[in-house]
């Protein structure tokens, strides 16, 4: 009597798990997009103080990177952010350097959300599509080209899909 596998019974084992395997792929590569998307938003932290301030000291948002007092999008850069443009209080970061080529030249957009008339309140910062607080009003405008399966959670809000 003899123990053990045959070869067919090999092969399917090897079938089943290489079928696995290629579901598995899609799903990891999604997460590394999303990873680069969270990763690239944090730049945005370097623009929103100035938008701030820019806010409360003129009682208008800013039109672009030097009325905010930053330098041009180009030289506010990152491993996967080549630039990071502010226009009208929007700061757009566009992905691009090290990212993946998935989101070569894509962007994400991060919107002020103000309480109108109160330049000294906190400005909200609305990702893409995030639900506007209530008593709040967002300005700019969203360029966001990202699809929605590589946007961080609080980036996917109450638009209507």
């Known amino acids: 009597m003899q123990r ?24 990891m590569q999604d997460g590394v997009l999303k990873r680069q998307v969270k990763e690239a938003m ?11 301030m820019a806010y409360a000291l003129n009682g208008a948002m800013p039109t672009d990177n030097k009325a905010a007092g930053l330098p041009d999008p180009d030289k506010i850069v990152s491993q ?8 009208n209080g929007a700061v ?19 919107r002020p959300a103000v309480v109108p008339d109160e330049h000294i309140v906190p ?23 990202i699809p929605a399966k590589w946007l961080p959670v609080e980036c996917r809000g109450s638009k209507p899909k």
């Open 80 to 87: 996967v952010v080549k630039s990071v443009n502010v226009a």
């Open 92 to 110: 757009t970061l566009t992905l691009g350097n090290n990212a993946s080529k998935s989101l070569e030249g894509m962007t994400l957009t991060l």
């Open 42 to 52: 944090a730049l945005a932290a370097v623009a929103e103080p100035a938008v701030q």
């Open 4 to 27: 053990g596998f045959t070869w067919i019974e090999l092969l399917m084992v090897l079938a089943a798990a290489g079928a696995l395997l290629l579901m598995a792929i899609p799903a």
């Open 123 to 145: 400005i909200a910062w609305l990702c893409h599509d995030a639900g506007v607080p209530d008593k709040m009003q967002v300005l700019g405008e969203d360029i966001t080209n």
